[in-house]
């Protein structure tokens, strides 16, 4: 697509391009600006990558439970990109095998488990990083010793990617400053115009010939506080995740049948990350880890193992506002991390949006782009 695309501009006077937003999709976006040959310049409020990036379940992966909700998609091209960050930085990224324990009385039935990962398989095509496999209970105990076995029947495993989301997003932004690009840190944006005029914090103004507003679960707040209507709502969804004493050196991808949610056990540097929850977030507090959010994470997992940890096993917590498209007919399981991109003449706006298709979505944002400068 990119490739493409580059041909139409690339000895043309440089046409100027502002993204506000330091996260990965803002970074993504001014990444393939900047290979286009555009004059980039991002702003970000805080520093890269401090917020919803940086607060992820480090998966590169295509979302195994979308299947559920029909977002083929979705699945689809998420696994076409995990296979991309895979492959563009391997010293940051890596291949994990994650293991789904079944157990009677469970929230999906064994039968609803092998459908969706031959699919899985199947959406990934020549990008598969391995075949699921069916593991039999013995095989589950040798692998995790101190797993509850009470009601254990057997497990699954299936392939995934693995990232340090902090260093990879900070990757892309060497990328985009070895390209020209140009970054401000600690830089407000406090109004945009569909005209392309952005006004900052301390009152200064700058042209663009295009501005992309990538702020992620702050998208709507920009446009709003420009006075600019806009149809697209928006709906925080808060995750909160643990890091504790590593409990195995393999993944499990558990179901909590109290909650009817599934949650992530994964070896991350040494240690283990648990996560994540999904509440509903309003911006007029601050993100972090609640107590109920740490409990429920933890009341979780000793669900699951003989060594029960607590609140003094925990070496850090995060959390992280995901920015989602608000559908008022359904739960916040079931809505979709797919992404939506709105122009109005020299205005771009993102919202939604998930890490793995991050650089999708940047070629969906260039293309836009191309449509303002013409």
Sequence with gaps: MVAKLMTKHSLDIKNKVAIIGGGINGLCSAWLCAQQGFEVHLYEKETLMSQTSRCSSKLLHGGLRYLEYLQFSLVRESLQERKFWLEA???LTNDIELVIPLYKGGIHKRWEYKIGLVLYDFLAGKNNLGKHRYLTKEE??????SIETNGLTGAYAYHDGQMDDYELGLWVSRQLTDLGGTISENTKITKVTNE???????GEKSQYDCVVNACGPW???LVSRSNIDCEIKLKLVRGTHIIIPQISDKALYLEDKESKRLFFVLPYKGNTLVGTTE????????????????NYLICALNKFFDNKITQTD???SFAGARPLIFESTKLMNEVSREYKIKRTEKLINVFGGKWTTSRKLGESVLEQVLKVIK
């Design 314 to 316: 925990i070496i850090e």
């Design 219 to 221: 998208a709507q707040e």
């Design 140 to 145: 589950v105990v040798n692998t995790f010793p």
């Design 89 to 91: 930085a391997p010293e």
């Design 196 to 202: 392309g005029l952005v006004t900052l914090e301390s």
């Design 279 to 294: 509440e509903v977030h309003d911006l007029s507090n601050k993100i972090e880890p609640t107590e109920n959010e740490i």
